[in-house]
């Protein structure tokens, strides 16, 4: 099989630079071109390929090659509707991005094929299929609360990884997500209503990520805790992604459930 054509951007930043190393490194993948911010081209350094930041003229060069974005919110909006004119596939793992972003990522899948995950790991992908059967066994006695940890530098709270987690707690319980949703407790709240869930943010150091789902129950807890040990397991699963989304048709914006 021909090795999938890849442009990865934002390759000066932490998930970008992994992704396009390991990218160069798979004999599965062609690195045909990185794309930064203008001024920033000279932070990425030690990659056999173009870089640049022309997207359009990078797009226009490389009509197939599967986009990969882990930037910021307002960028992959932009680089999405490139995308959809242009009819490059594209693999999104940025978080932060509001109900209208996400809308407008929605509409350019209508056009390329396009997959968005905020969290790329096998493991977190495996929590989120069995989570709902363990909200089922355990039934409403059990409280459902959740915790995140990232590093200092992460720009967006709570994390798109636990944002997912806790509509998929919601969703197995039945609930709306944004009326039981609880990201901030302060002052005399009263008592716990068992219809809340907690979700409550850490930040600090260097820590890649690590999300704990609590089950809290008459006499007893469960913990589940998912603890990402370095940034290539989730570009590894972006990379993955970039293979599977180039053999995909446009029609709806798909997610990593759908590859597995
Ligand atoms: P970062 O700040 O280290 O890197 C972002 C890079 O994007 C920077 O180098 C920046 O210059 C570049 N950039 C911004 N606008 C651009 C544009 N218009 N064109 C080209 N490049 C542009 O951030 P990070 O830690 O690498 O995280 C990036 C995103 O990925 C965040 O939203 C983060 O939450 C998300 N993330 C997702 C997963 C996942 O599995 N889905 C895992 C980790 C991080």
Known sequence: MAAVD????????????????????DSELNLVAVVE????????????????????????????AVVVDFTAPEATVNTAGAAAESGNPMVIGTTGLSAEQQGVLAESAAKTPML?????????????????RLVEMLGPAYDLELSEIHHKHKKDAPSGTAVKLAQCLAEARGWEYDAVKRYCREGIIGARKP???GVQTL????????????FLGPGER???????????????????AAKWVAGQAPGRLYSIADMF
């Open 37 to 64: 911010r203008a001024g920033m081209e000279n932070k990425v350094s030690g990659l056999d390929c173009e870089v640049s930041s022309d997207l359009p003229g990078v797009l226009s060069r490389h009509a197939k």
């Open 116 to 132: 968005w995950a905020p969290n790329m790991s096998v493991g977190i992908n495996v929590l989120l299929q069995v989570l709902p």
């Open 195 to 197: 219809d809340e869930l």
């Open 6 to 25: 890849v442009i990865v951007m934002g390759a000066a930043g932490r998930m970008g630079s992994t992704i396009a190393r390991l990218a160069g490194e």
């Open 203 to 214: 930040r600090g150091g260097d820590v890649v990520g690590e999300h704990t789902v609590f």
């Open 222 to 240: 469960i913990e589940v805790t998912h603890r990402a040990h370095s940034r290539e397991t989730f570009a590894q699963g972006a990379l993955r």
